[in-house]
């Protein structure tokens, strides 16, 4: 079992910057994918960004330009530094990580950008 533990959240004013952290029990270069989700109250979650194993890098339109994912392979940290962050960002995010045959969430760091 893969343990995902995010921190990093926190209030932060609308054109301000944080960056989260998802630290995880193993060695990621198991894990094919990881990435971070926000979900809305009453919503799905949504990708925000991911990271291959091999540093490809996927974004949703909405950050492109002022979100960047990264990873410290000897921290097995995954991180996601935010940037010109606007109220509609506010959310809980999820660390998120899969390999072939599993998918693995962390408990959800909250996330709140004031106008």
């Known amino acids: 079992q893969v343990q995902l533990v995010e921190s990093g959240g926190g209030l932060v004013q609308a054109g301000g910057s944080l960056r989260l952290s998802c630290a995880a029990s193993?060695?990621?270069?198991?894990?094919?994918?990881m990435g971070w989700y926000r979900q809305p109250p009453g919503k799905q979650r949504d990708l925000v960004a991911s990271?291959?194993?091999?540093?490809?890098?996927n974004y949703a339109d909405s950050v492109k330009g002022r979100f960047t994912i990264s990873r410290d392979n000897a921290k097995n940290t995954v991180y996601l530094q935010m940037n010109s962050l606007k109220p509609e960002d506010t959310d809980v995010y999820y660390c998120?990580?899969?390999?072939?045959?599993?998918?693995?969430w962390g408990q959800g760091t909250q996330v709140t950008v004031s106008s």
């Open positions: 990271i291959t194993t091999g540093g490809t890098t």
């Open positions: 998120n990580a899969h390999t072939v045959l599993r998918v693995y």
């Open positions: 193993t060695n990621i270069f198991r894990l094919n994918v």
